[in-house]
Nanobody
Framework: QVQLVESGGGLVQAGGSLRLSCAAS????????MGWFRQVPGKDREFVAA????????YYADSVKGRFTISRDNAKNTGYLQMSSLKPEDTAVYYC????????????????WGQGTQVTVSA
């Protein structure tokens, strides 16, 4: 069972940047596709971005396309979400997750989840 720990969240002004990290517990991380999701209180968890196990394929929610970049370093068992041009509506708890097959956008398809990290963007 892979354990995931997110870090890098915090408070930032609108227009600023943050980089989130997702550290996995072991080298099997490289066998999994990875996704980032976010959630605000009272709303469903929302897909943000996904990346294939090799890092060759990525895709993004329309709301973050051109502003966020997902990446991974399998040698370090770590995934990343670089967030730029942040907006107040990006405020949420951000979660990383991994999946055995593919890189889906539906949260129920993911196998393991981190505990989340809070991102707050002030106007």
């Amino acid at each position: 069972q892979v354990q995931l720990v997110e870090s890098g969240g915090g408070l930032v002004q609108a227009g600023g940047s943050l980089r989130l990290s997702c550290a996995a517990s072991d080298h099997t991380f490289g066998n999994y596709g990875m996704g980032w999701f976010r959630q605000v209180p009272g709303k469903d968890r929302e897909f943000v971005a996904a990346i294939s196990w090799s890092g060759d394929s990525t895709y993004y929610a329309d709301s973050v396309k051109g502003r966020f970049t997902i990446s991974r370093d399998n040698a370090k068992n770590t995934g990343y979400l670089q967030m730029s041009s942040l907006k107040p509506e990006d405020t949420a708890v951000y979660y990383c997750a991994v999946v055995v097959a593919g890189m889906p956008r539906r949260e129920y398809e993911y196998d393991y989840w981190g505990q989340g990290t809070q991102v707050t963007v002030s106007a």
